[in-house]
């Protein structure tokens, strides 16, 4: 066999060798699940199981962001930040789909501070916490079910 062949071979067997370690290193970045009950329950429950807090929602009501936090125990206890830290947290719970069943996602960024030349603390996203993310899964099954129990039949139906 020619030389040029055998190379070819190598080659592409190295690259194949890399793709699988570079997938093989990947992490998993969110938690997910899914949920046949109405939207607004799994809005409301959200917003309760959120760590530290509601600092935002988006514009569609779909994706809750919590207030910065350091992971502590449990969720419920997870306090918001109020002073700079070198490390910080925050979590989104976002709502998939546009009927149900719906997915619920769960995704906490871990951010780490950072001095600029002017002397000014950023902060920038170095990975995420899958720990994190599945303790706050396990709280909004907890708090829907919660919920579930203290519902009105009359809660699911609009009357306008």
């Known amino acids: 066999m020619p030389k040029s062949f055998l190379n070819k071979i190598k080659h592409n067997i190295l ?5 699988l370690i570079v997938a093989a290193c990947a992490t998993i970045s969110s938690i997910s699940m899914e949920s046949d009950k109405a939207l607004r329950l799994l809005q409301f ?3 309760e199981s959120l760590p530290a807090g509601k600092r935002k929602t988006s514009e ?12 502590r125990g449990r969720p419920q206890f ?24 719906y997915t619920i996602e769960f995704t906490v960024f871990k951010e780490k501070a950072y001095k600029d030349s002017a002397g000014v603390i950023s902060y920038s996203e170095v990975g995420r916490s899958e720990p994190a993310a599945k303790a706050i899964m396990l709280y909004f099954q907890k708090n829907l079910e919660k919920s579930l129990k203290d519902r009105n039949v009359i809660d699911d139906f609009r009357v306008f």
């Open 78 to 101: 997870w306090r918001e930040i109020k002073k700079k830290t070198k490390l910080r947290y925050y979590a989104t719970i976002t709502i998939l789909g546009d009927q149900r069943p």
């Open 45 to 47: 429950s959200a917003v």
């Open 60 to 71: 569609n009501a779909r994706t809750f962001y919590s207030n910065y936090f350091v992971p």
């Open 15 to 19: 690259l194949i060798f890399l793709v």
